[in-house]
């Protein structure tokens, strides 16, 4: 997995690309070489108001543009500013299904100046296939990806991606 990093940190420095175009190419990085990886994503905070807004991705479409903090995975990483690893999406009460072969997710918090600004989300359609390597890999890119944002002066991903 550190060569997929390396690659990922690559791919966003390539500065002439506008960033959603190169979060965007990050998640087919991460789909097409993970196997587990079925759904690739970026939720950011919308402005001020306490909600995520869906942003680049790759895998099947989803309903859900908008999360509320709190509500879904993402909501509660939102809130909780920590690493959530769901072995099994149907042991969790408070999951927001996108779809019915989801079996495992992972959602890692993307930090800009100490303040957490989004996350990368990862579905899976493999049950409990998230291991430490998974979590290492995803919290280097949530990194580059605020290095990404910082270089850019991007200061709400929501709008501006």
């Known amino acids: 997995m550190n060569a997929l990093l390396n690659r990922s940190q690559k791919l966003l420095a390539e500065s002439e690309k506008h960033p959603s175009a190169l979060l965007l190419e990050l998640c087919g990085l991460l789909q097409a070489e ?15 108001k306490e909600e995520l807004k869906l942003g680049p991705y790759v895998g099947d479409p ?5 999360i509320p903090f709190g509500k879904g995975i993402c909501g509660q990483v939102a809130v909780s500013n920590s690493n959530f690893v769901v ?10 299904a996108c779809s019915i072969h989801v079996k495992a997710e992972i959602v890692v918090p993307i930090f800009v100046g100490g303040e ?7 579905d899976s359609e493999t049950a409990d296939p998230f291991t430490d ?29």
Request: charged content about 20%; aromatic content about 10%; overall charge negative.
């Open 34 to 48: 993970v196997p587990h990886y079925d759904w690739v994503g970026f939720y950011f905070r919308n402005g001020n």
């Open 87 to 96: 072995p099994d999406v149907k042991a969790q009460d408070n999951y927001i």
């Open 133 to 161: 390597a998974d979590i290492e890999l995803l919290e280097g890119v949530a990194a580059a990806v605020a290095t990404l944002l910082e270089s850019q002066g991007i200061s709400d991903p929501a709008a501006e991606l």
């Open 62 to 66: 989803t309903d859900h543009t908008i």
């Open 116 to 122: 957490n600004i989004g996350q990368i989300d990862i």
